[in-house]
């Protein structure tokens, strides 16, 4: 049996692989399965390609999604970089055969749930529940566009090195999604340990709209 895949780790006696893919727009996939080989098993091995050798092209068109971003005092920001709406933030493109993306890449998702969901990322939604008039900090949650070198890493979510925060999510507009969506709101509910209180009071949160502050001249 043949199987074309990007070894993943090296577990001994096995060989972990993935499968990986890119769409004729540049658009890198690692699938999320895992398979396991046993090492007598490979009989074997093709190299199809150098990795060192890899050159992505950037998407075609442009992906629109979220992301939750804490607000310090007027300034959002994330792992050491500082957003500001409507100017894209950018890092150079890396090889993804070699580099662990969610260390260096700008995350987004493609649904406001999938940011709820995403495992190890901010709870913007309880930050939002809790926030009182006069808290120095909170996590946002804003619309976003994607360019340049998108990977998918992990269901709805993703990684860029080209992302650009283009308005904040309103309360109010988070509240009327989750309520039109009975299943995703009780998905996140379970997912999160929620009551059936958490959006009576998430309404009533005292946040004001973002307001971002301004940078002095130079």
Avoid at 31 to 56: G, H, P, Q, S, W
Avoid at 71 to 81: D, S
Wanted: with cysteine; charged share 30%; aromatic share 14%.
């Amino acid at each position: 049996m043949e199987i074309t895949a990007f070894p993943w780790e090296l577990r001994i006696p096995e060989l972990i692989i993935k499968q990986e893919k890119q769409k004729p727009d540049g658009l890198y996939v690692m699938m999320d399965k895992e398979e396991m080989v046993k090492l007598y098993d490979i009989k074997t091995i093709n190299v199809i390609r150098d990795c060192d050798e890899f050159k992505a092209n950037n998407i075609s068109e442009p992906m629109y999604g979220y992301k939750a971003i804490p607000e310090i005092n007027g300034k959002l920001q994330a792992k050491g970089y500082e957003y500001r709406l409507n100017t894209p933030c950018k890092t150079d493109e890396r090889n993804p055969y070699i580099t662990d993306f969610r260390e260096c890449y700008f995350h987004f998702c493609i649904t406001m749930e999938c940011v709820a969901l995403c495992p190890g990322r901010t709870e913007y939604l309880e930050s939002i529940k809790n926030y009182r008039t006069g808290y120095p900090g909170v996590i946002r949650l804003f619309r976003v566009k994607a360019e340049g070198h998108c990977i998918q890493y992990s269901g709805d979510w993703w990684v860029t090195n080209n992302l650009t925060v283009i308005e904040e999510v309103t309360k109010e507009e988070i509240y009327s999604y989750f309520m039109d969506n009975v299943d995703l709101k009780a998905k996140v509910m379970k997912h999160l340990g929620f009551n059936e209180n958490f959006w009576n009071d998430f309404i009533k949160s005292e946040l004001p709209p973002f307001i971002e502050l301004e940078t002095s001249p130079n």
